[in-house]
């Protein structure tokens, strides 16, 4: 029964407000009845707007299919044209390349039809651009299915193969015979077909790979054994069965040698010195390299007699007093002579580090560390030569030498530190008697300086006396003769006593080491001169000159070491002299490139040229033949000149000389290239 009655509480409160609401609804809309009416008139004009509106997008739509119609068909059509474009285009790019590959392969097919028939170098260059311009075409365009392309790939390939022989076969026989015309004319042929790097890798790698097995074979101690020391042993044994004479007597007896082994490291000791001597006289390079590292190349010979030895049974003691270990090393003796030199220059460059000053007045004893330096050093050199008991007797000699300037430098230490106990004006005056002293002692050794100039040149002018007009000789012969002209060996002779007799006895400061560079100056820059005037002058006479230059460079650094200087510090007439020897095996041509000729006067360069018209059918006269002067007086002369004077006065000699027109000079290459040093404009 409560329930009931609380339904119906509900439903009478839900009734009174129903009827409340539409109560209030029915006074809003008494209320604002004119409001009313007016938003329902502008409900029927927005219907009416809205239909426009709806008439317009109809309109729209159908302006946008209409124009789209209109671009899209003519879109679609352009599109079409330039898929076909590019088609045609395509087309003919490798109808094109198609055209040219077979315009190049008929063009080859002659070049081999005439390559096999003569041997044509520029043939064979030519073929080389036609094959690379073949591979280029078929790499770039695409040619599979073409019968006319797939047809000739066998002939394409057939080709290449032959021409890589041709020119592989050019520069073997190059290397071979050491011309450099088929040497160019191989590598040009791979250059053309953009393979000559390749190439030459492969050919360098092949060269050093024949070279690795022929050190093998020469260090192989089963084949020398095999070779050399088992014969040795079997003729020590046999002997006749009748006379029962021993074969090693008879050995003896045409071998002029007490044993087999003897006579082969003999030979081998000789062919070895001699090959060394004619590599290091064309090449620098191999020369400071052997005396820069001779320790090394002499460990590796100590280390080969060390496996002899233990293969004979003997101590290595014992047989490093044995013939043949003493042969070998005197193949050495110029790297050795080079080596003691510059180790005695370390050893005195540290030393005169040590007792080096700010200034030249006071002089400061070396502090600790600083010996300890120089011991470092002189510890170092030791230790280099420690292995061989030769060589380092020979380093011990130095370094007693080494020891002897640092007692000396300690000795003129002390008297300096015995002025420093004095008032400064009592060293002033002292100072001044002791530059008077020094002054005195400076004009004597200027003129044993000037003495030493003129036998200089009396000696190194013998060079004219020379024969530098022989042959190559290909063949190889132990007697062939390879040493030094005889004005260099005399000429090293004289510098030996230069250094032993006259400055070495001079004890006045820096003087001597400044008058062993002033020496040297002068002694290149005669040879640059009457060098570059040496005729008549062939091929092997240029290797001559070469050698002698690199044994006069080799004496004067010796010269000047001794005195704790630098050949570098001789200056323009030592880079002169580095530059002249290149120079020698330079074309014509390149004389007037100036970095060819980096460090030479153009005197020079005109000498030199005058010197190389000789193998023309007009040759230039040399100036100073036409001035009727010595070849020493013209010098002399010269050199009194600026360099722009004498420059003048050589092409007057040789226009005049030459009793040519200045029309016919001009057909002389060397005339033209004098001119053109003159006067590169012209």
């Known amino acids: 029964m409560g329930d009931g009655s609380d339904v119906s509480t509900a439903l009478l409160r839900l009734s009174f407000s129903v009827d409340s609401l539409n109560k209030q609804i029915k006074e809003q809309v008494v209320t604002h009845y004119e409001e009313l009416l007016g938003q329902v008139t502008g409900i029927k004009e927005l219907s009416a707007v809205l239909s426009t509106v709806q008439t317009d997008i109809g309109d729209l739509n159908q302006s946008l299919q209409s124009l789209a119609s209109k671009i899209r068909d003519p879109y679609q059509q352009l599109q079409t044209y ?48 036609t094959l690379h311009e073949l591979s280029v075409i078929m790499k770039e365009a695409d040619f599979d299915g073409l019968d006319a392309v797939s047809s000739k790939l066998e002939l394409i390939q057939q080709g290449r193969e032959y021409i890589q022989e041709e020119a592989s076969r050019l520069i073997k026989e190059g290397i071979d015979s050491r011309l450099q015309a088929k040497m160019a004319a191989g590598l040009q042929v791979f250059y053309n077909m953009k393979e000559m790097g390749q190439r030459v890798e492969i050919l360098a790698t092949k060269i050093l790979e024949d070279l690795t097995d022929q050190i093998k074979h020469v260090v192989d101690m089963q084949s020398l054994q095999k070779e050399i020391y088992s014969l040795e042993k079997v003729l020590e044994l046999k002997k006749d069965s009748f006379t029962q004479v021993s074969f090693q007597e008879e050995i003896t007896k045409v071998f002029d040698a007490p044993s087999l082994v003897s006579y082969f490291w003999r030979v081998l000791s000789a062919t070895f010195e001699k090959e060394l001597k004619e590599a290091t006289k064309v090449s620098t390079f191999l020369q400071n390299t052997f005396v820069g590292d001779y320790p090394r190349l002499l460990r590796l010979v100590y280390d080969f007699f060390s496996r002899v030895a233990i293969h004979n049974g003997t101590s290595l003691s014992d047989y490093s007093q044995s013939p043949e270990y003493v042969i070998m090393l005197r193949s050495f003796g110029t790297f050795e002579g080079g080596f003691l030199a510059r180790s005695l220059t370390k050893m005195y460059d540290a030393i005169n580090a040590a007792f080096s000053s700010p200034n030249n007045i006071k002089r400061v004893a070396p502090t600790r560390p600083v010996v300890q330096s120089v011991i470092r050093v002189i510890e170092s050199e030791l230790e280099t030569s420690a292995f061989e008991p030769h060589l380092a007797q020979l380093v011990a000699r130095n370094v007693v030498k080494a020891l002897s300037m640092f007692c000396v430098k300690c000795e003129a230490l002390s ?39 003129v036998d200089v040149e009396r000696v190194l002018v013998r060079m004219h006396q020379e024969d530098f007009s022989g042959q190559l000789r290909h063949s190889f012969d132990l007697e062939q003769d390879t040493s030094a002209g005889s004005y260099i060996m005399e000429f090293s002779k004289h510098v030996r006593y230069y250094h032993g007799v006259i400055l070495s006895k001079l ?17 290149f820059h005669i040879f640059v001169f009457q060098g570059s005037m040496v005729r008549p002058l062939s091929e092997a006479g240029k290797l001559k000159l070469a050698g002698d230059m690199a044994e006069l460079e080799f004496n004067m650094n010796q010269f000047v070491g001794d005195y704790g200087g630098r050949i570098e510090e001789v200056g323009q ?71 722009k004077e004498g420059v003048e006065l050589a092409l007057a000699a040789i226009q005049k000389g030459s009793k040519m027109t200045e029309e016919e000079l001009q057909e002389v290459p060397e005339y033209r290239w004098m001119m053109e040093l003159v006067d590169p404009s012209t």
């Not at 474009?85 to 109808?95: A, C, G, H, R």
């Not at 030479?600 to 190389?612: D, N, P, Q, Y």
């Not at 018209?613 to 000149?641: A, C, F, G």
């Open 415 to 453: 008297v300096w530190r015995i002025l420093d106990e004095f008032p400064e004006k009592t060293v002033d005056i002292v100072k001044q008697g002791a530059e008077e002293c020094r002054g005195l002692m400076v004009t004597i050794g200027q003129h044993l300086v000037k003495a030493i100039k």
């Open 573 to 643: 007439d030592y880079k002169a002299l580095r530059a002249f020897r290149p120079l020698l095996f330079l074309n014509s041509a390149q004389l007037t490139a100036a970095h060819h000729t980096t460090g030479l006067s153009k005197l020079t360069l005109i000498h030199h040229l005058a010197v190389r018209s000789q193998s023309s059918s007009r040759p230039l006269p040399l100036p100073h033949t036409v001035y009727n002067l010595p070849r020493l007086e013209y010098m002399k002369w010269i050199d009194q000149q600026s360099e």
């Open 507 to 523: 004890s006045c400061g820096a003087e001597p080491k400044l008058m062993a560079i002033e020496i040297s100056k002068y002694a």
């Open 82 to 129: 330039c898929t076909q474009l590019e088609n045609l285009q395509n087309t003919s790019d490798l109808l094109r390349r198609l055209h040219r590959f077979l315009l190049l392969v008929r063009r080859l097919e002659t070049q081999l039809i005439s390559l096999k028939q003569e041997t044509g170098e520029r043939d064979m260059s030519s073929a080389a651009l």
